[in-house]
């Protein structure tokens, strides 16, 4: 079992930067891919970006060129750094965790996070 705990949500004004965080604990032993989601209002939830453990990356195309994942694997953390906030990027953003191979679906993971709210202003 894998634990995920987000952080780093909040209110921020259109053009803004937040940085999501989410620490893994428990099994985190094993080899990993972690994945972003977010789900606003109304609608399914959808892929943001995911990270192998070997470090490729994937971006949905609506955030690329503005949200850049990353990890430490010696803190067993992932980061979303989110750049150029628009209003449209407001939603629950999810952590999730599979084992070894990057995804983009949501049924593709075996583990989530609670969530955590960012909220763009326009």
């Known amino acids: 079992q894998v634990q995920l705990v987000e952080s780093g949500g909040g209110l921020v004004q259109a053009g803004g930067s937040l940085r999501l965080s989410c620490a893994a604990s428990g099994r985190t032993s094993r080899k990993y891919a972690m994945g972003w989601f977010r789900q606003a209002p109304g609608k399914e939830r959808e892929f943001v970006a995911t990270?192998?453990?070997?470090?490729?990356?994937r971006y949905a195309d609506s955030v690329k060129g503005r949200f850049t994942i990353s990890r430490d694997n010696a803190k067993n953390t992932v980061y979303l750094q989110m750049n150029s906030l628009k209003p449209e990027d407001t939603a629950v953003y999810y952590c999730?965790?599979?084992?070894?191979?990057?995804?983009?679906?949501?049924?593709?993971?075996?583990?989530w996070g609670q969530g955590t709210q960012v909220t763009v202003s326009s």
């Open positions: 999730a965790a599979r084992e070894f191979f990057a995804g983009e679906h949501v049924d593709e993971y075996d583990y």
């Open positions: 990270i192998a453990w070997g470090g490729s990356t």
